[in-house]
């Protein structure tokens, strides 16, 4: 009942064309012609992504709508994925908790329509360590980036904001989950794959580590200023109650996975109708102008000032 038992037990089931069974040193894979290969990788950490506690099913789940999240970001679609496990002795992640992990893996797999390829697995002297490197695919040349955004763009995000910050504090007993919505965004995330933004957007990326932050990683990246609204950042009902309280923490505290864009002006029918035709809420929450930075306006007009700007690991 050593490593390789363990492979074949809960993973080989998940192997797709290429993967070679999990037999080999490696996988192949072909890409459709014209197209070129998208990769990301990330890493979760129990303790720090998700709680010891947290259900194995939600775990998986998680792990690779993240790095689907990445995908998505770049206008790309998945075709697999390499799967790193290190798995720390003498707890409570044994066979039944992996029988329900690799459920989660097959069922997303099955939503998102692609497959184990290989991956590696180890022991861990504390932590569970859990890495994904996901191998997409984008038309040639059509693969969204961070630095094309333009003075006089507007900002645009997907879906609302702050529901997965929150529901962390639910799991921690720090705030009441009413209806579980806060706790289901922490636990399970929306990847945005199959929009297709190329040639509408100047550019995207996926909010991780908080609105501000990312918002600062395209300015940077595109060498311009941002400028949000509060007021305009669309919250949750079950977010909205607590921002009197919670604030800072739904506007940096990060772990949404939606996307943020930007958009020219002429261009902004066009993201709308797409959004609606996949069925994705998208608001405009800011403009691009001159300059450096990012900065976000109360109701009255006035920057709002914070502790911290985001999410940062070190």
Known sequence: MGEFDFIARHFRPLAGAGAMELRNDGAVMNLPAGEELVLSSDTMVEGLHFLPDDPAKTIAQKLLRCNLSDLAAMGSRPR??????????????????FTDFAAGLAEDQKKFEFHLLGGDTTGSPSPLVLGVTILGSVRQGEALRRDGSHEGDGVWVTGSLGRAALGLQARLGQLKDEDGSLTLAYRVPTPRIGLSLYGIVSAAMDISDGLIQDCGHL????????????????????????????????????????????????????????????????????????????????????????????????
């Not at 609204?229 to 009902?237: A, G, I, R, T």
């Not at 998208?282 to 102008?289: K, L």
């Open 80 to 97: 697999g994925y390499m799967l790193n496990v290190s798995v720390p002795p003498n707890r409570h992640y044994d066979e039944s908790w």
């Open 219 to 314: 300015a940077e990246e595109s060498g311009v200023a941002i400028t949000l609204y509060e007021d305009k950042v669309p919250l949750s009902p079950a977010v909205r109650q607590h921002l009197s309280h919670h604030k800072e923490r739904i506007l940096l505290g990060g772990d949404d996975y939606e996307l943020l864009v930007t958009c020219p002006p002429e261009k902004e029918a066009a993201l709308q109708a797409h959004c609606a035709t996949h069925a994705v809420p998208i608001t405009r929450i800011g403009e691009v102008s001159k300059g450096a930075g990012v900065r976000m306006l109360n109701h009255a007009g006035k920057p709002l000032h914070f502790s911290r700007i985001g999410w940062q690991h070190f």
